[in-house]
């Protein structure tokens, strides 16, 4: 019998048996039973979690693809390389002025470019370009994880294959969807084409800026030769536009342009592509010299005036062309350098916001025109789109006008306070001189004189006679009219002012000599030796020429005067919101005008000050060497109107006075007792 257990009355067993574990496959048996099941369960959930989760990203992923390529455009119609046909704008020496539309060079193969212009942009755009299948995920984690530490884009991870599927077939809107599309369109591209396909399209239709399109459209347009004959550094410098063609344009930022260029070079050079020494470091793309303040691309209003006649003289265009203009660099240049240094020296503290100048020759060729003071800030063109008071540059169509009704320079009229009437204008200063001549109220500007004429021959005359001219503007039939007051575009001035230069025949201010196709296929010609009507009698012509002529001579326009003949007026309108001076020479016409396109008044700028000096600089500019002896009127007779108009023009004619005798008012005025100094009046 077995011994009770203490305390229990129960006998100790002798011995205790323990269920045994059931080994676990791959394990060592001395793993617990209740551990393993919990451990095994999670980790097999795991796996079938990262299954499914693979499988529904292949499902999400293969719809996403679906679902975006459902509206992929037809690749075999969008691989045609669609674009706008391109218009260059040539001066008349036949330099490049401006480019409008897209640019496409000719479509060179691979071996066609230069090396190092290949090696320029793989070493730039995508260096691993060989070894990738479209899309590069190592460049990409790449750009991805430097975006990161900078915190802001810094680096794209597109290859030049999505580049290129970009330009052939998307928009370059940044939007999810493109992206998605671009990398389906790169592996189709990479399973359709070989590398250097490839590259070669790229190279063809890359856009390189201002409308050009491929590596020889821009080797022409910056450099005016193939891309064939780029040299390295010009081969850099095109490689360097890729990142930003507007701002690293050898055109517009010549010096950006030399720095980038400098860093494709190092990249070639850390690619392997170059040697240390291959390629000469420092800027080798001239620098032109730096331009004035507020000077910014002028030219562009002339070629924007010149694009804008194309539908009319030609319809719209549906191929390349190329307009050859009269534009004179020279001309433009120095209206524009003298623009230019008065509204920066006087703008502030004369309150001049804005100003125009255009310049053609007698024959209506516009050599040169300046539309306002910045072309990158406003693009309104103040000579052709402006309405604005010419003031008294008005009055020389009244005293035509009544030179044609019988008048004569020595006509006289009184210079008076008008005491009647509704309508009761002053002169400029205050001072009256009484009874004039027609001469003398017109070169010294009296505005009762004027009226008093205007009164006499009739409102209704004196539009006539505008419209007559060229004239187009609404005209108010009323007194005021001859004091300036209704607003004129500065071209129909212009137009107006080369009738009288050229004796009463009509002109047509014109720009477009030639427009024709890169083949030399001519579209349009203007005809030489056009036919011009005469609008006005060539006598009242010559004596309004001789008036105007002494505005300069010894009238308001003094600032104006010429070492040659000159005729020309000032007009300032009402508070000194415009001030203007248009006058001629026998061989050019020109006109400026000062103001602020709010019409704000300015501080006390007439006609006779600043637009004097800016004509008068313009115009030297335009004569050159070539100076005139005196004006041309043919078919006027000696004597008209019982006036002898030889005698009138004795001085215009031929060698004017001295600059300081016309300063102290020596000279003839053509009114007896009224010799001396004047004052002014606008």
Known sequence: MMPDMAGTGRKKPDKVYKRKKPPVRGRSSSHSEWDDPPRRGVFRGLIRFFFMLAIWGLIFTGGVVVWYARDLPDVARASVFKRQPSITVLDRHGETVAVYGDIKGEALALADFPAYLTEAVLATEDRRFYSHFGIDPIGLARAMLKNLVSGRVVQGGSTITQQLAKNLFLSHERTFRRKVQEAILALWIEGALSKDEILSAYLNRVYMGAGAYGMDAAARLYFNKSARDLTLREAATLAGLLKAPSRYSPLNNPGLASARADTVIASMRDAGYLEEGDAPKGPKIPLPPPRKPGSVQATRYYADWIVDQIDDLIGPPDKDLIIETTLDPSVQNAGENALSRVLQEQGKARRIGQG????????????AMIGGRNYKDSQFNRVTQAFRS???????????????????????????????????????DGEYYGTVTLETALALSLNTATVRLMKEIGPARVVETARRLGIQAPLGSNLSLSLGADGVPMIEMLRAYGVVARGGLDVEPYGVAKIRDADGQVYYERPAGRFADRVVMPQAAYGTTSMMAQVIERGTGRGAWLPFP?????????????????????????????????????????????????????????????????????????????????????????????PEDRAKGRGNTGSPGMRGTFSLNE
């Open 356 to 367: 125009a100048v255009v310049v053609m020759t007698t024959d209506g060729a516009v050599t």
């Open 390 to 428: 010419p003031g008294s540059s008005f009055k020389p169509f009244v005293y035509l006008a009544a030179l044609e009704s019988g008048w004569t320079p020595d006509s006289l009229i009184e210079d008076a306070p008008i005491d009647s009437g509704k309508y009761r204008p002053e002169n400029y």
């Open 566 to 658: 000159a005729a020309g007026k000032t007009g300032t309108s009402q508070n000194f919101r415009d001030a203007w001076f248009v006058g001629f020479t026998p061989d050019y016409v020109a006109a400026v005008w000062l103001g602020n396109d709010d019409n704000t008044p300015m501080k006390k700028v007439t006609g006779g000050s600043f637009p004097a000096g800016i004509w008068r600089e313009t115009m030297m500019a335009a004569q050159n060497t070539r100076l005139p002896e005196r004006f041309r009127f043919d078919g006027v007779e000696e004597t008209s109107g019982g006036r002898n108009f030889d005698g009138l023009l004795s001085r215009l004619l031929g060698a004017p006075n001295e």
